[in-house]
């Protein structure tokens, strides 16, 4: 590295910051066992990952392990909860109070992981005002005003379909750059933005393929 | 293809089978605005993918667009969601009714994509024999003798860490080959079994970074 790079900062390769999580779930199950080392190894036999990988990956994080000795549990568990986010709480607002987006407020879960939904908003008049699992929900009108003084970093979309895309205009439009999109489509954004997509419903489709081809084999 | 294959049987790529439900919404999405005929080069280029892939991804499925004048739009639909699983429902069981699992009891939306939760199991005596959005929640130990009457082909995971591996292996003993695991742990099943991991916390982490990213580029 010859800039001077803080590691959070780093763009990590996705399957990396996708793997990081699969560790820290191990390694807190390890120290409630009362375990307090872990090598790479063990942590690689774990997860069917190959050894190397798991020393890779590692080494992103600003933590090292000893030879023959591995991993401090607590020092790994603290270092990866830093890295990935989870010890700092990330304000979001959730776009779309339905089925899944009353789902998510209802998932108290999410603040564990840094992400700490502050308000819903949604069109129909009828839920102005109230509020789900103790978060308020308004009418979308408000948004504008109460970005203001809520000023949250990440933008939830739950919305239908055909509204995915005037919704994420309207967040976007308010200086919210990170998305976390559920709606099966396919939103755009403009190149500094961030998006992530959780189709769940396409998740649901791997699925039923596979059961189908396991159905089909008996 | 030399051996008779029924398409909805085939071991689909799952990156097509991760796209044909964006397909499927956009080409919903051209319906509700009263629209009949779409192209694959109109798919490729809302959704972001090249022509060719979009036209190989739908060969998968049972339907045929014709030069210049493309997909029919009302069989497109009607291929993808019975190509996908969407139209008939699967029946599901869920365990652990923390905070997660609650919460994807009341996305009451996964029914219209073909997954039905048909109960939910829990240790905890307090949450035994109630209901969540109408659906019965029981004592696990109930589970073997349930599961005969309900007869269900994918086990939902939500529960602690912990947990996770010792109720994949209860689930699997009673003959269930299909699990959605929203844990962030790797759970191990056998090689005849299918895992589908829905990783939100994961996703969050990806999201966290790319949006550190963004910040200090400021």
Redesign the interface.
Same mark, same amino acid.
Do not use: C
């Given at each position: 590295m010859n800039q001077e790079q803080?590691p +959070?900062?780093?763009? $990590?390769p996705?399957p990396t #910051?996708?793997r =990081? +999580?699969?560790y &820290? %779930?191990?390694v807190? #199950?390890l120290k !409630?066992k009362g375990k307090t080392r872990v090598s790479s190894t063990q942590i690689a036999r774990?997860?069917?990952v190959a050894p190397s990988q798991v020393a890779k990956d590692l080494s992103f994080v600003n933590v090292s392990g000893k030879t023959r000795v591995g991993y401090e549990i607590e020092t790994l568990i603290a270092a990866l909860e830093n890295f #990935? /986010?989870?010890t700092v709480q990330?304000k979001a607002l959730l776009f779309g109070v !339905?089925? $899944?987006g %009353? %789902? =998510?407020l209802?998932?108290? /879960? #999410?603040k564990q992981? !840094? $992400?700490e939904i502050v308000a819903g908003f949604d069109i129909r008049e009828s839920l102005a005002d109230t509020a789900v699992n103790g978060i308020p929900v308004f009418h979308l009108r408000e948004f504008p005003a109460r970005q203001k003084t809520l000023d949250a970093?990440?933008g939830i979309i739950t919305v239908p379909?055909?509204q995915a895309q005037d919704v994420t205009d309207h967040i976007i439009a308010e200086g919210i750059?990170?998305l976390?999109n559920f709606? +099966?489509?396919?939103i755009r954004v403009p190149q500094?933005?961030?998006v992530?997509n959780?189709?769940?419903? %396409?998740? $649901?489709?791997?699925?039923?393929?596979? &059961? !189908?081809?396991?159905n089909?084999?008996k």
């Open positions: 803080i +959070p900062v780093m763009k $990590l996705e #910051l996708r =990081l +999580p699969w &820290l %779930a191990f807190k #199950l !409630g774990e997860i069917s #990935l /986010g989870f990330h !339905g089925s $899944l %009353a %789902a =998510l209802h998932d108290s /879960g #999410l992981y !840094g $992400l970093t990440i379909v055909d750059k990170a976390w709606t +099966p489509f396919r500094d933005a961030v992530q959780t189709s769940m419903y %396409a998740h $649901l489709a791997v699925m039923f393929n596979r &059961l !189908g081809i396991i089909h084999r």
